[in-house]
């Protein structure tokens, strides 16, 4: 099932992400965790790439896990900037093999000690190099690419940012997820702009529960999302107690997700981090809105 044509119902779905082990000894924890998750029977389950393709093989095999046993559409990321052709193409390969028919189409974060390299040599530079990669694989992928509305970190204005963006999805983007944010006023502005610039694709909102305290400082780290007033507040008063915290933050995202929707956006991903309880609670809380 191509994830694109989930896309247009009336109703609210949602979509988990999962992410996979590191090592061996942790894949039946995670496995477990992801077919937890999967039973929730999500509109689809996305499946992280380990920066650097570290864990590649077990994004496949919990991706193909999920799609057989329970049913349920994986979208598998894969990422470019540390491959050379060769590698990429041959996990190309194996996603087709694996029958896999959705991928979301990524850089990757380039490594610190690289930043300042030059590139001019690397066989892929840009997610939209990926891309046309994917499109020359005679397969029929529905393809997904990330997408920053605030601004990707290494961008100098958001203008600069939205050209990239509108030709990544010119290259054959079907489809866009956000970057985490906790402010949906910066979600509204940044549609607007991208429908101006003429980018008419889906694009779904990606939500992150903070449940935990130490969480906080290291999503402003890697998303360097904008937090609210509203959320430190309750970070300051619940963040020292785990169990408030965690049910502070899960309301935090419920109420984020029914505000997306009554303002018409009927498909959110949330970044569930392989917490079958936080997704599980989350879709109770939108159990009558969801209609499960
Ligand atoms: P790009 O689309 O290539 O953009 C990167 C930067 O380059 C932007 O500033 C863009 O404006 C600029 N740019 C693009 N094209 C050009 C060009 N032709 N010339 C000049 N500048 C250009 N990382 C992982 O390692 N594994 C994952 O599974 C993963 N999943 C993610 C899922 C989502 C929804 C998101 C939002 C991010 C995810 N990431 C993941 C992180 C992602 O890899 C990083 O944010 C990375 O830095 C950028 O990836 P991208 O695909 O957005 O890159």
Not at 32 to 43: Q, S, V
Not at 97 to 106: D, Q, R, S
Not at 183 to 189: A, I, K, R, V
Request: proline share 4%; aromatic share 8%.
């Amino acid at each position: 099932m191509k994830i694109i044509d989930l896309l247009n119902r009336e109703q609210l779905s949602l979509s988990f992400e999962v992410f996979p082990p590191k090592t061996e000894t942790a894949f039946e924890s995670v496995k477990e965790a992801t077919e937890e998750i999967a039973k929730l029977k999500p509109a689809f389950m996305s499946v992280t790439y380990g920066a650097g393709g570290g864990t590649s093989k077990y994004t496949l095999d919990i991706a193909k896990n999920i799609k057989e046993l329970y049913d349920v559409p994986t979208l598998a990321h894969l990422t470019c900037v540390s491959s050379i052709k060769e590698t990429v193409r041959e996990k190309i390969e194996q996603i087709k093999e694996a029958g896999i028919t959705n991928v979301m189409a990524l850089r990757g974060d380039i490594p610190a000690e690289l930043m300042d390299a030059d590139r001019s040599g690397w066989d892929y530079k840009y997610a939209i190099d990926l891309i046309h990669e994917l499109k020359s694989a005679n397969a029929d992928f529905c393809i997904g690419g990330a997408c920053y509305p605030e601004i990707h970190p290494e961008s100098a204005t958001q203008k600069d940012d939205i050209k990239r963006l509108k030709e990544k999805v010119d290259a054959g983007c079907d489809f866009l997820t956000t970057q985490m944010f906790f402010d949906n006023n910066l979600l509204y502005n940044f549609l607007y702009k991208i429908r101006e610039a003429g980018i008419t694709v889906p694009v779904i909102p990606g939500i992150m529960p903070i449940t935990n305290a130490n969480q906080v400082e290291r999503a402003i780290k890697l998303s360097g999302s904008f937090m609210p007033q509203r959320f430190k507040s309750l970070v300051d008063k619940f963040g020292s107690s785990p169990a408030a915290m965690k049910q502070a933050g899960i309301a935090y995202a419920t109420d984020q997700i029914i505000d997306l929707y009554a303002n018409n956006i009927t498909n959110v991903h949330v970044y569930s981090m392989n917490k079958p309880d936080i997704a599980a609670k989350i879709q109770s809380n939108l159990s009558d809105i969801l209609g499960k």
